[in-house]
């Protein structure tokens, strides 16, 4: 009997003492993206993981899988919705494939004439609704982080749009883009980003879009001739998380966590900016790819061809959030 009683007290001891051990296991956030770790979308996530940590004491451990190496695109929105990882960073571009084509409103041509626009969208009510319709999807958004206006490369110069013709591109999964593409005579192909170099460099593409980091840290100098500085449109991140585990955090950790976000989205918006600002003499610098500015004649004929796309689309994204963009875009005398 009195060994009984024995086994059962030294059964609830070690029960307590392994609670406690669970009680003092930290969360473990996992995010990943598919970028360098030197991009400002890799330095963000890092910059989030610094505060997040320090913040919650140890209470939370954010584990960053930068460059595609724990899923890739294609892979990772499923694996957020099945919670296999927390938090993704993914292009705005990349949830049409989820059912919410709106966000390709983000990859219609010249829709965004300016940051100040841009952010009139991403900091304003039309992005916090845009966030509003992930949640059916069981996805939380947290914030917008900037990537840049994007540039055109190739293995054969791009001036006028009859230059594209003919040409095989490189896509993310959007319609929007699919459409900007074709209006240009380009055969688009849809491809993950961890496969882009590879492409170009066997020729199954031609060339592509892209911000001026991605395309410096990817090293797409070396398999490309030619860039031009045409700033034609605009790629951006959703910084998002899973609905469930976000819903389950506990309150305190929580607000800890939104506004290490918020700092770390102000920081990456100002990075994304300089690094872009940069990213043309360094990627000059490489002497590998020809780098120039479209003229001002060229460019009004590259967007002549582009701008079409935004009707083209209106069934697509919803012509009640493209309006809502010249809205904003009104709002601060800009015309399209
Ligand atoms: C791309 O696929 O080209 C980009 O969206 C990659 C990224 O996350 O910047």
């Known amino acids: 009997m009195k060994r009984l009683i024995f086994r059962a007290a030294l059964g609830t001891t070690l029960a307590l003492a392994s ?21 400002p979308k890799g330095q963000a996530a890092e910059r989030f993981k ?26 990772e929105m499923e694996a957020l919705q099945l919670g296999a990882v927390q938090i993704l960073a993914p292009s705005t571009s990349k949830f ?5 084509p709106q966000f390709e409103l983000f990859d219609l041509p010249y829709i965004f004439p300016n940051r100040e626009v841009l952010h009139r969208v991403t900091l304003g009510p039309l992005g916090k609704e845009l966030f509003r319709s992930l ?33 095989k591109m490189r896509i ?9 593409m074709r209006a ?4 688009p192909q849809v491809m993950a980003f961890s496969e882009v170099y590879q492409a170009m460099q066997t020729g199954v593409v031609d060339g592509s879009e892209n911000s001026l980091p ?16 045409t700033y034609h449109g605009y790629d951006g991140y959703a910084v998002i998380v899973n609905k469930k585990f976000c819903d389950g955090l506990p309150a305190d950790i929580r607000s800890t966590l939104d ?30 790819v020809q780098v120039y500015d479209i003229t001002p004649d060229e460019q009004v004929a590259l967007r002549k061809a582009l701008l079409p796309v935004h009707k083209e689309m209106e069934s697509r994204i919803g012509k009640q959030w493209i309006d809502a963009v010249y809205k904003e875009a009104a709002a601060v005398g800009v015309r399209y």
């Open 19 to 39: 609670a406690s051990a669970l009680a003092q296991q930290p969360i473990v956030i996992k995010f990943s993206h598919v970028v360098a770790q030197s991009t």
């Open 50 to 75: 610094q505060l997040a940590e320090t913040r919650t004491n140890g209470r939370v451990k954010i584990e960053v899988y930068p460059n595609s190496q724990l899923y890739k695109d294609g892979e």
């Open 96 to 100: 049409g494939p989820l059912g919410l």
């Open 135 to 167: 949640e059916a999807k069981g996805i939380v958004g947290l914030g917008y982080w900037d990537n840049g206006f994007k540039v055109m490369s190739a293995n054969r110069p791009l001036h006028t749009p009859a230059d594209y013709k003919g040409l």
């Open 172 to 180: 993310k999964s959007s319609k929007v883009l699919d459409a900007q």
């Open 184 to 187: 240009l005579g380009v055969q």
């Open 214 to 229: 991605n395309f410096l840290t990817q090293k797409f100098y070396e398999v490309q001739k030619y860039l031009a500085l």
């Open 259 to 288: 506004k290490a976000m918020q700092e770390a989205t102000s920081y990456e918006n100002e990075l994304s900016l300089k690094e872009n600002d940069e990213g043309v003499a360094k990627i000059k610098a490489t002497g590998r």
